[in-house]
């Protein structure tokens, strides 16, 4: 196996992506550390490793701080946000490549220009359409937004994948006699697999650490979502912050984001190279 040679950009290259994991890592690292120490470990060694372990911290930011009810409304608003808005996305994009109508590909470019609009200009309406629809303050409110949100991109990236496809799977299935739903739930979609698995991940992520459109439309703690709940934790405790049970509530929040990462992250890296983001 030849050796590999060194020369000054792929070590500046390498230089750049270890110092990048460092300024990623050394904060989770101090999160993970500081969810074991009380307020005294922290502010007499902050970097340092916790002298006793204080494991109750991740107890009362369960409990005391509410947290696993946080955690359960995160998990109800995430699962069918992603559930309906992969579901409309895999639909919309399979009739804007299948059927290039002039009306269907005003929508699409519609769709795209919508990804380009800032978050704050559309807060207002959100809040006026859902207020008028009666879903303020309620979880289902925020699944609509979360799933209207989505879409865009959902289509802008599935777009591609059919467009991949070629028209002969169909025009086969049609002449052994399946229907149109048939051949799309059973043909196309598998077909699509990775396409459907980068828009799945893009949409966990997006609903599971949302913060504006929650904090618009949910007043009820009892209905706040992690990223309401994490802020509401701080402004409770005021001029008394404990940081350990915040640290391991911190803590608590990342780790169904790194599981769920890595469970998918060979699925993630072979949609995206399959063509996911090809325009």
């Not at 979880?139 to 289509?155: E, N, S, T």
Request: aromatic content about 16%; overall charge positive.
């Amino acid at each position: 196996m030849p050796k590999q040679k060194y020369t000054f950009a792929s070590i500046l290259r390498d230089s750049i992506l270890i110092l990048w994991g460092l300024i990623i890592l050394l904060p989770l690292c101090w999160v993970l550390i500081g969810s074991f120490k009380n307020n005294v470990q922290l502010y007499e060694n902050p970097w340092g490793l916790p002298t006793e372990y204080h494991f109750e911290n991740f107890a009362r930011a369960w409990s005391e701080a509410q947290i696993g009810l946080f955690f359960v409304n995160s998990i109800v608003v995430t699962a069918f946000s992603v559930t309906i808005g992969v579901f409309l996305s895999v639909l919309a994009a399979y009739v804007v490549n299948r059927f290039p109508y002039r009306i269907v590909k005003f929508a699409f470019w519609a769709f795209t220009a919508s990804m380009m609009l800032p978050l704050v200009l559309t807060l207002v309406p959100k809040f006026l359409i859902i207020r008028d629809a009666g879903l303020l303050d309620s979880r289902m409110g925020l699944v609509l937004v979360y799933v209207a949100g989505a879409i865009p991109f959902g289509v802008f990236t599935m777009e591609s994948f059919f467009a991949s496809l070629p028209k002969s799977f169909e025009e086969s299935a049609f002449i052994d006699g399946a229907g149109p739903f048939t051949t799309f739930l059973r043909i196309i979609t598998p077909l699509t697999a990775p396409g459907v698995t980068v828009i799945t991940i893009f949409q966990f992520l997006g609903s599971w650490n949302e913060f504006y459109h929650a904090m618009v439309l949910v007043s009820s703690p009892a209905k706040f979502t992690i990223p309401l709940g994490m802020v509401r934790l701080i402004e409770v405790q005021q001029y008394s912050i404990e940081w350990g049970p915040i640290f391991a509530g911190m803590v608590i929040v990342i780790i169904p984001i790194l599981a769920f990462f890595a469970l998918t992250q060979k699925r993630l890296v072979g949609g995206l190279t399959a063509g996911g983001l090809k325009g």
